[in-house]
């Protein structure tokens, strides 16, 4: 299986060499050559999670270095539980906020780091993961690499510009973990990175390693819960619907690649904040990418979504899209009132990007549609100063997140220009 960059300029590369250079050489973004097709009854009699990923993500890996290695991989990459909830007979919820550091990311990010570790095996040389937040990311790379041998963690972030919990998530760690706030925004921060990654001197002195949302390692790994949800909420190979709280769409393109492989996946709804450059291209065909606005659910502010280019590669034209998507913008306001009905009539606490795809899902599906997943992608607990007040009550806080909230912090300051950076690392 070869990976082709989405502009076309580069030249085709193995998963490995994909998952290593993060952004294709040309700038654009990384895509298998072709999907391959599962029969469902391949997966039939699969017990866990882990099973089902390495079964999944093998054919990906045809001819690639770690193709022998995916059963171990998987079975150390998918470790917590990802369960799926009913809220009716219909409705069900996937929680992808059981890892450490209550988000989905942290999927991804695990995934990446054992594949990293399994292809620098024999490499004794130091190297550096480099990575630039607004707030989620970096804490799940944080955990996924904390503690493994050969490899540091350098973490950017704004500083003054993402919550408490988020600050305790990069600076916790210690160890192999070091998180530097930067004075600027998150812009700032990974124009550092770029910077540093085209760095001479440092090159020669560092083996830096990527690790954003773009890296196909962190992207093909999300694929696996929408095969294991698909599969075990369809009856006889009936579709089942996903209402995907999206940002820079990372999350959304796995579920339409787990579509594409033939898992029975019906429409894909993509829903957004107040950013709506999806939902506006989806109604006018025109794709018009906006300045960024803030929200409640921050980790989905994005104006221009990165993965866009690997959705469009899978969809060429609006006609074939509008077939298997939807997408629809909610608003701060409705965020806020969906938290807050959240418990009287589900039982549920919604962190503010799960109210997105509830608000969706309320508003998108109609009694005589079939099963529909909505995808919870953090835990509450993360977003308390949001959620809180909403709900009039405090919001237990989830065992490892609770762990990571009482250790000592560990940050330094950093100026946001390159010869700063290359004091430090
Ligand atoms: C990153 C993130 C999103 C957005 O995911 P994308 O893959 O960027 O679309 C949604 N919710 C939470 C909690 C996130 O951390």
Redesign the pocket.
Known sequence: MRYFSTRGQAPAVTFSEALQAGLAPDGGLYVPEKFPRHTLQEFHGLSGISEIAARFIAPFLTGDELQSRIDGICSRAFRFPIPLKDLDPKTSVLEL?HGPTA???DVGASFLAECLQEIHKNDSRMKTVLVATS???GG?VAAAFHGKPQVEVVILYPRGKVSARQEQQLTAWGANIRAFAVAGDFDDCQRLVKEAFLDPGLQKRKKLISAN?INIGRLLP?AVYYVAASLKKSRDGAPVDFV???????????ALWAKRCGFPIGRVV?ATNANRSIPDYLASGEWKPQPTVATL?N??D?GN?S?MERLRALYPTREALLKDVDSISVSDETISRIIGEGPVRYGEVW?P??ATAVHAAEKLFTQSDGKRVIVA??HPA?FETIVEPKIGRAVEVPAALAELLKRPSQKSELSPDLSALLEKI
């Open positions: 906020f988000a989905f990311k707030g989620d990311t799940a949302s999300q995907v709280p999206s940002g820079n769409l990372g999350n959304a393109v796995a993509l659910a980790a989905m994005v979504p993965n962190c990007h799960t992608t953090a993360k």
